[in-house]
Nanobody, 120 residues
């Protein structure tokens, strides 16, 4: 059973920094893309940043220049360094991993989420 466990969320003042981590464990064959998504109250879940197995990255326009996604394939872990945080970054942040089991399409797995609150 694959599990994604996020850590690193919390309360921070505007302008501050946080680093999120997400470790995958369980029946993993090969992790393809990994990413971070977020959902604020009353809003739909949105993509924040994604990273391929080869470390190509993609960011939402709202976080470009402030957030950095990275991964450690040996540890099955993805990170999100968040700097210059703004109150509008407040949300529950979810980790996502697409895991390949061979010739079939990769399967999506999600973490339970970690709360990030940025005070003004």
């Amino acid at each position: 059973q694959v599990q994604l466990v996020e850590s690193g969320g919390g309360l921070v003042q505007a302008g501050g920094s946080l680093r999120l981590s997400c470790a995958a464990s369980g029946g993993i064959f090969r992790i393809m893309d990994m990413g971070w998504y977020r959902q604020a109250p009353g809003k739909q879940r949105e993509s924040v940043a994604t990273i391929t197995r080869g470390s190509s990255t993609n960011y939402a326009d709202s976080v470009k220049g402030r957030f950095t996604i990275s991964r450690d394939n040996a540890k099955n872990t993805v990170y999100l360094q968040m700097n210059s945080l703004k109150p509008e970054d407040t949300a529950v942040y979810y980790c996502n991993a697409k895991i390949s089991y061979g010739t079939s399409r990769p399967v999506d797995y999600w973490g339970r989420g970690t709360q990030v609150t940025v005070s003004s």
